[in-house]
Structure formats: structure tokens, C-alpha cells
């Protein structure tokens, strides 16, 4: 999800495809058992970075994301992130995810 209204730059919040991330991590031997330092293994942030770069290619320099987070949970209807035809529910997940955009835009 994009975060950039009445910011000085886009950010996002990633939430990766943990089955296929999970299946590149075992053949570079990361612990996946622990979600949270899973997504914060700097090999899974490295390639998360270069996707993330790669897409924004076609985008103006304004538009890029510049900064991410990457959450170790997947939105879901049950945590009221989604709806049940799973649409992102911007403001529920801008106020569970206050601390992470905070870091984003502190540094």
C-alpha cells in the first residue's frame, strides 16, 4: 500500500507473498520460523528493495516509493484490513501500522 498524501515522499507498506518468499529464503538458508526477523533479514530486505526499485522504473521521480516497511502479517478480513472482496481498508490499516509509517518518515 502507498503512503504519500501530504508527505514530503512516497513510502509503502509491503506485505510480501510469504509462500513464495518463504520458498526463495530456504534455499538461501533464512530462518523463516520467526515472522517478525524474517522480514527484517537483510537479504529478504535487499530483495524486496530491487523489486520495489525495478517497478518503480516506469514512474516519475515524484511518483517513486522511496522509502518501505515490510509487516510480517498478511491483511486479512479478520483483522479488518480487508473487506470481504479484499480491498485494502486504508485508514484501518494506516492506524494498526501508526509505528512503522512513523519510522518511514523519521529517518
Same mark, same amino acid.
Given at each position: 500500500?502507498?503512503?504519500?498524501?501530504?508527505?514530503?515522499?512516497?513510502?509503502?507498506?509491503?506485505?510480501?507473498?510469504?509462500?513464495?518468499?518463504?520458498?526463495?529464503?530456504?534455499?538461501?538458508?533464512?530462518?523463516?520460523?520467526?515472522?517478525?526477523?524474517? *522480514?527484517?533479514?537483510?537479504? !529478504?530486505?535487499?530483495?524486496? +528493495? &530491487? =523489486?520495489?526499485? $525495478?517497478?518503480?522504473?516506469?514512474?516519475?521521480?515524484?511518483?517513486?516509493?522511496?522509502?518501505?516497511?515490510?509487516?510480517?502479517?498478511?491483511?486479512?478480513?479478520?483483522?479488518?484490513?480487508?473487506?470481504?472482496?479484499?480491498? *485494502?481498508?486504508?485508514?484501518? !490499516?494506516?492506524?494498526?501500522? +501508526? &509505528? =512503522?509509517?512513523? $519510522?518511514?518518515?523519521?529517518?
Amino acid at each position: 500500500m502507498a503512503i504519500g498524501d501530504t508527505r514530503k515522499f512516497v513510502s509503502a507498506l509491503l506485505v510480501p507473498s510469504f509462500e513464495v518468499l518463504e520458498e526463495w529464503a530456504k534455499d538461501k538458508d533464512i530462518d523463516t520460523s520467526d515472522r517478525q526477523a524474517f *522480514v527484517n533479514h537483510h537479504l !529478504v530486505y535487499e530483495l524486496l +528493495e &530491487k =523489486e520495489v526499485a $525495478k517497478t518503480m522504473e516506469k514512474f516519475s521521480r515524484y511518483e517513486q516509493i522511496k522509502k518501505f516497511a515490510v509487516l510480517p502479517n498478511e491483511w486479512t478480513i479478520e483483522s479488518g484490513e480487508t473487506t470481504p472482496k479484499l480491498s *485494502v481498508k486504508r485508514k484501518v !490499516v494506516l492506524k494498526n501500522y +501508526e &509505528k =512503522e509509517i512513523g $519510522k518511514i518518515y523519521a529517518e
